[in-house]
């Protein structure tokens, strides 16, 4: 896991890497990397390397990355990015011929927003979304809404529906919450929800003075989907 003895999660990662059909493109925002607590690397360490494979960066061609535009263009690829226009992922998997490939894009929510509308690539393959309620785990990140999930919960539960297989969410989520009891053990805060502290009246910092950020601050205290 590269982090120092008293605190190391590898008592808590897979002894073997978890055996899927599935292959995970996770598509990273540079910004992730310089991040002491990101998810994705507990994530590569639970799975082979064949089926997890990182791309970093803000903008990806056909150009510069062929194997990726391969991908991309292959009609049974799918990419999970919560929208209108997506799928929920259940009614896909639950088809005879379940797909073998899926893209995540790893950032906060206005990177990823910025990945996906500004890359073409990733508007070929066909959008879909977890239908869940669960509230997120990494509670040492702040979370726009309490249901908002770390790019390695969405992996875990995403997988868990492809792969038909309970147990790989549960897993895949035992380093994190692993991480998350030292990090609090050692005088980390634990993060409630953007969602849940403007509800609440807890929220301390001054409200923005853009209308689009404002009104967006008011979706949340409303308890609707942005």
């Not at 590569?44 to 990182?54: R, W």
């Not at 897993?171 to 805060?189: D, K, V, W």
């Amino acid at each position: 896991c590269s982090r120092p003895q008293k605190v190391c999660l590898c008592p808590f990662l897979p002894v073997h890497p978890l055996k899927v059909s599935t292959c995970l493109y996770i598509i990273q925002h540079p910004a992730e990397e310089s991040r002491v607590l990101r998810t994705v690397p507990l994530l590569a360490a639970c799975l082979p390397p064949d089926k997890c494979k990182v791309l970093i960066g803000r903008r990806f061609s056909e150009d510069r990355y062929p194997e990726l535009a391969t991908v991309c263009r292959n009609p049974s690829t799918l990419i999970l990015y919560p929208g209108a226009e997506a799928t929920n992922l259940e009614e896909i998997a639950s088809m005879p011929s379940s797909p073998s490939v899926m893209i995540i894009i790893d950032g906060t929510w206005s990177q990823a927003k910025d990945i996906f509308y500004k890359n073409s690539l990733f508007r070929l393959p066909k959008q879909v979304q977890l239908k869940t309620n669960i509230s997120s785990q990494y509670v040492i990140r702040t979370q726009p809404t309490n249901t908002c999930l770390s790019t390695l919960e969405c992996a875990a539960i995403a997988l868990t529906i492809m792969e038909k297989n309970k147990s790989i969410q549960e897993t895949i989520l035992r380093p994190l919450q692993a991480l998350c009891s030292f990090q609090i053990q050692h005088g980390a805060q634990i993060h409630h929800s953007k969602e849940h502290l403007l509800r609440n009246g807890l929220y301390d910092k001054p409200m923005p003075k853009n209308k689009r950020k404002l009104r967006r601050m008011e979706l949340l205290v409303n308890n609707v989907k942005i």
